[in-house]
């Protein structure tokens, strides 16, 4: 069967299927209606390669049609030819040719007549559809090219046509371009050697050239010009690209810039790498080390009868041998915890003063060990801060410890505590071998130490100063290292934010505490609210709960999600929470389904309940990930008392009512 389709449009049955069986006969698909709807829908439907259609029709004239067919860009390409028995004068074929008709048959028609008119119209719509094919494949090609290209006349140099991507790239508009000649965008000195050279492109060996263009802003650019000469709508022209091998340079440079930065960075890694061996050999070097005493010093008091004498003697260096490589191993487990991402905080609230002092006396044996002299200066009143207080500690007694061991006999070590508005600040100084400026960039570094070598005078994994950078930066704070140079000493500085400081508060006769109005922070009144605290850690959820208690909350905690959505269950068509506190990261049923769950719910099943976010991820990440969970606020730890209390006040409508100063 044919590919080509035609609709035969007429009324008159016998007429119909005569017209009909003529085509078929010629091997065309014939498609049949008998009215001028049908023939509207079926044209529609099918798109044929060409409709017979009579112009008298019961519902509506072939004038009529043909004139609707051409108005739809869908089909009017689409060739029509009209055949009539009664409309048949000069003025009908007129009417009908102007209506759109592609040609106008009188009947009765001969076969041959008819079969010859509908190839001539085939033949012309071939022939207007190669060439509309043609001339989108060259609009296509001009206009997709990303390279700036034109069409320009050779003899007079106007521009013709320019595709977007000239456009674009001169800051012209495609009006401005065709009022132009490819002269304005040449800088005037350059003009007559372009002309020159136009002249005499019929003889040139090569197409290619480069040229300086300026653009519409005024920069001038380096561009290589491809040309090809054509006829362009009976004119002489040339088909022009333009690259710009200025950005070509640009992106040279870049490359090169590009190579040289892989370049570092490979000799980068490879350096952490070496110093990553040197780490791992200095393990096992410190790890033997104790060993080997502790073996040593037992099979001595297996094998041999000592004195009490040397019997103390052995058990203390096996004691003190034990101590070493556990904090040793202890350091390597905090390391791995950090770069895991899995060491959390007990956040509690922490007098730190007690904390410095219990490091100075932890570690004062061993500075009057070697004569050195700890000075402790306290230049604040107590200060409590939200923390972990075996970590703030650590902190400490880190950076004492680091100082008492490269400070010399006889030395000096200063410990200051003092509050240092927007911070509470800790300084560590010693009189000891300082730091030499090349090494001071790493010396918070892991895998590097200042003398690493099987020379080095310190025993230790170096990861002690890391840690300290570590756990300051899980308190929101920030820790710096200074000195002079060698033999010069060092100074600490931790810097911890304020806003992790609690205001003194006092507890009298059960009555909720009152915010001092020194420390200048005030707490919403949360009397009235019911609170629901979901986390898995019970310090965790005990200290939340105390904060929003001391406000006047009342509070219901549990430790997972079932739990939770349990609460809202029994509370179902009567009294539930006024806000959910939820921490995020919990085994089974973690923040972010429990939220999704509750949004679920119905209004009376607690699914309206504004929720907080409470996370140790403080990235931007998390913050959309909470917040498209369904949370209200997200909220990284450690969180201030007052905020949190804040925004619950916010979320619940209690905003603006604050508890009294006293």
Not at 133 to 147: D, G, H, P
Not at 228 to 245: K, P
Not at 586 to 594: A, R
Not at 623 to 639: E, N
Request: negative net charge; hydrophobic residues 40%; proline residues 4%.
């Amino acid at each position: 069967m044919s590919q080509i389709k035609i609709v035969n449009v007429e009324d008159d049955p016998s007429s119909r299927e005569a017209t009909s069986e003529i085509l078929r006969l010629e091997g065309f698909t014939v498609l049949e209606a008998a009215t001028g709807q049908d023939a509207l829908r079926i044209v529609a439907d099918v798109k044929p390669q060409l409709v017979v259609l009579d112009v008298r029709l019961p519902d509506i004239n072939g004038y009529e049609i043909c004139r609707r067919l051409k108005a739809d860009r869908a089909t009017a390409s689409i060739p029509i030819l009209h055949v009539s028995a009664s409309y048949v004068s000069g003025k009908d074929r007129v009417r009908g040719l102007e209506g759109g008709a592609d040609a106008y048959l009188v009947k009765p028609v001969e076969p041959d007549e008819l079969i010859a008119t509908i190839n001539a119209l085939l033949r012309m719509r071939d022939a207007e559809d190669a060439q509309k094919e043609t001339e989108q494949r060259y609009q296509v090609l001009f206009e997709s090219s990303s390279l700036p290209t034109w069409v320009c006349d050779l003899d007079t140099l106007e521009f013709l046509e320019v595709n977007r991507a000239a456009i674009a790239h001169y800051g012209y508009s495609r009006e401005e371009f065709l009022a132009m000649t490819i002269r304005d965008i040449r800088p005037a000195e350059d003009v007559a050697m372009m002309e020159g050279y136009v002249a005499k492109i019929p003889d040139a060996v090569s197409n290619a050239v480069e040229w300086r263009h300026k653009k519409k802003d005024g920069t001038i650019i380096e561009t290589e010009i491809i040309w090809h000469e054509l006829l362009y709508r009976g004119r002489r022209a040339l088909l022009v690209s333009g690259n710009d091998i200025t950005e070509r340079k640009r992106a040279e440079a870049e490359r090169e810039r590009l190579l040289r930065q892989e370049q570092e960075a490979r000799e980068q890694a490879e350096a952490a790498s070496r110093s990553k061996d040197e780490f791992l050999a200095m393990v096992s070097h410190e790890l033997r080390a104790p060993l080997n005493a502790m073996l040593g010093w037992a099979q001595i008091l297996r094998s041999t009868k000592v004195d009490e004498s040397t019997m103390t003697h052995a058990v203390e260096i096996i004691e003190r041998s034990a101590r070493t490589q556990s904090r040793l191993i202890e350091d390597l487990l905090d390391t791995a915890r950090i770069v895991s991402g899995k060491l959390r905080l007990d956040i509690k609230p922490v007098d730190l003063t007690s904390v410095v002092e219990n490091a100075v006396e932890v570690l004062r044996p061993a500075a009057e060990g070697k004569g050195i002299d700890v000075q402790l200066a306290l230049n604040a009143p107590s200060e409590v801060i939200t923390g972990d207080a075996d970590r703030l500690q650590q902190i400490v007694s880190n950076l004492l410890s680091n100082a008492i061991k490269f400070t010399p006999q006889g030395g000096r070590v200063e410990l200051r505590l003092e509050r240092a508005d927007p911070h509470v600040r800790i300084t560590v100084s010693d009189t000891g071998k300082g730091i030499s400026p090349a090494y001071l960039p790493f010396i918070f570094d892991r895998f590097h130490q200042a003398d690493s070598g099987s020379t080095r005078r310190h025993t230790g994994l170096g990861l002690g100063l890391s840690l300290v950078r570590h756990l300051v930066e899980l308190h929101g704070g920030a820790v710096y290292a200074q000195s002079a140079g060698e033999g010069a000493g060092a100074t600490f500085t931790v810097n911890l934010p304020l806003r992790a400081v609690l205001p003194q508060v006092r507890d009298i006769d059960g009555e909720p505490p009152v915010f001092s109005s020194e420390e200048k922070l005030s707490a919403p009144s949360l009397v009235g609210v019911w609170a629901l605290i979901v986390d898995d850690e019970a310090d965790a959820r005990e200290l939340v709960a105390t904060l929003l208690q001391q406000c006047g909350a009342k509070v219901t905690t549990v430790a997972s999600a079932e739990e939770a959505l349990s609460v809202l269950k029994a509370g179902e068509g009567g009294l539930q929470p006024d806000v959910i506190v939820s921490d995020v990261s919990m085994p089974d049923v973690d923040g972010y389904e429990l939220i999704r769950r509750v949004r679920e719910r119905s209004t009376k099943g607690g699914g309206r309940i504004p929720a907080v976010a409470l996370t140790a991820y403080g990235r931007s990440v998390d913050r959309i990930r909470a917040l498209s969970a369904g949370f209200q606020m997200h909220m990284p730890k450690p969180v201030e008392p007052a905020e949190l209390a804040t925004v619950v006040a916010s979320l619940t409508g209690r905003a603006g009512r604050v508890m009294k100063a006293r």
